[in-house]
């Protein structure tokens, strides 16, 4: 077994604390903006983390300026159902890929691949152009249709299938269990893990999505948070506090959901990478 010398060590913890400053530092100034008051100067220089008087005013006046829950409720509303549709069509399609035998699961395996190589903006106007003629601008379920099963999660539950060991199958096709019977009560509680990843990464996705929202939603009722928050940028001037505090708020669904989930995001990386 190969020892790490201490400078290694060192090495290794350096460039942990650099990533972690890149990744946490942004948000963790953001939060410490969001509490600061107006009497307290953000710009001061070398910067300081710690508000002098922390305060949640920011944050009711939020809600004062635009309908911040109204969207929030919006963009969960869509979250969820992404969640739903991703889980509901990822395991499907990913537990046809990896365990039926059909002419054609190479091919349609290669057609998620190449999904994921097309850049959306390529084909946000074909994605208008669709749910105008189904007449469903401006209502929350366009904005759900173009990521109700994303092609990476179609891939995710493929590969965890497909390292599930064919012996207990065999054990339930001798047994009388057709592939329904084999999918829901073997294979899927088998990926509990991947299913979590697949959760939240639709869940961020959904809610995290600016682009596609703003172009398909004209009503402001239907605004989800992202597009909503968008007016704390005034068109002369902006209270950076206040978009401080939006963006803690857009953010902590986030955390929140991953906090709850951790547990199998973690168990469901490793679904999928050697197969039993």
């Known amino acids: ?66 309908p911040v829950w109204d969207y929030a409720l919006n963009s969960l509303r869509v979250a969820v159902a992404s969640v739903v549709t991703n889980l509901v069509g990822a395991s499907m399609a990913g537990y046809a890929l990896a365990r039926l035998r059909f002419r054609g699961r190479r091919a349609a395996g ?82 509990r893990g991947t299913l979590a990843v697949v959760a939240i990464f639709s869940f961020m996705g959904a809610w995290d999505d600016f682009l ?13 948070l992202t597009v909503g928050l968008n007016f704390l940028h005034g068109t002369f001037t902006q209270n950076p506090r206040l978009v401080a505090a939006g963006t803690v708020i857009a953010v902590a669904p986030l955390l929140v959901m991953f906090a709850c989930l951790q547990r199998y995001f973690f168990r469901g990386v490793g679904e999928g990478a050697v197969k039993g």
Do not use: C
């Open 1 to 66: 077994m190969l020892r790490t010398s201490g400078w290694e060590k060192a090495l290794r913890y350096v460039l942990m604390l650099g990533v972690l400053a890149l990744t946490v530092g942004p948000f963790l100034w953001q939060l410490s903006t969001s509490l600061k008051g107006t009497t307290e100067d953000i710009y001061t220089s070398p910067p300081r983390f710690l508000p002098e008087h922390p305060t949640g005013h920011n944050y009711a006046e939020v809600a004062g300026v635009v």
């Open 110 to 191: 290669l057609v998620f691949v190449a999904a994921l190589l097309v850049p959306v903006e390529s084909v946000v106007i074909a994605q208008f152009t669709l749910v105008r003629e189904l007449n469903l601008n401006n209502t929350l379920t366009a904005v759900v249709l173009p990521g109700a099963v994303g092609a990476l999660n179609v891939l995710l539950m493929r590969n965890a299938f497909a390292a599930l060991p064919y012996e207990t199958e065999e054990a339930a096709v001798i047994d009388g269990a057709n592939a329904w019977q084999r999918f829901t009560r073997i294979a899927l509680p088998s990926v």
């Open 212 to 224: 596609w929202p703003l172009i398909v939603l004209s009503d402001a009722d239907n605004f989800t």
